[in-house]
């Protein structure tokens, strides 16, 4: 029953703003560390931002001034704010936690949600 289910994805102009929206069941964000990846067509998943179970935050190069990862202990939920949007934006973007490890690679994280698509276009 432990999952992590994404939201929030769409279609939105370059320099808009979106927010990304993960809701845990089945554990608490509170005490995981938790990510945000994503995978544009074609291309390897890859790391976007991520928070510790003690608040610590770490973003790709890429993002950085951008996307906030934020997160509500209250709905044990974790967002990414996306500001800025650029086009090599688009892709799918995952949530994923771990109770132990606090990465930036793909096999760092042992539970994954569905995705949500995002795209940016004019």
């Known amino acids: 029953q432990v999952r992590l289910v994404e939201s929030g994805g769409g279609l939105v102009q370059p320099g808009g703003s979106l927010r990304l929206s993960c809701a845990a069941f089945?554990?608490?964000?509170?005490?995981?560390?938790m990510a945000w990846f994503r995978q544009a067509l074609g291309k390897e998943r890859e790391f976007v931002a991520r928070?510790?179970?003690?608040?610590?935050?770490y973003y790709a190069e890429f993002v950085t001034g951008r996307f906030t990862i934020l997160r509500d202990n209250a709905q044990n939920t974790v967002y990414l704010q996306m500001n800025a949007l650029k086009p090599e934006d688009t892709g799918v973007y995952y949530c994923?936690?771990?109770?132990?490890?606090?990465?930036?690679?793909?096999?760092?994280?042992?539970?994954w949600g569905q995705g949500t698509q995002v795209t940016v276009s004019s």
């Open positions: 928070i510790t179970w003690s608040g610590v935050k």
């Open positions: 994923a936690a771990d109770s132990q490890w606090s990465g930036i690679r793909v096999n760092d994280y042992g539970v």
């Open positions: 089945g554990r608490t964000v509170s005490s995981s560390n």
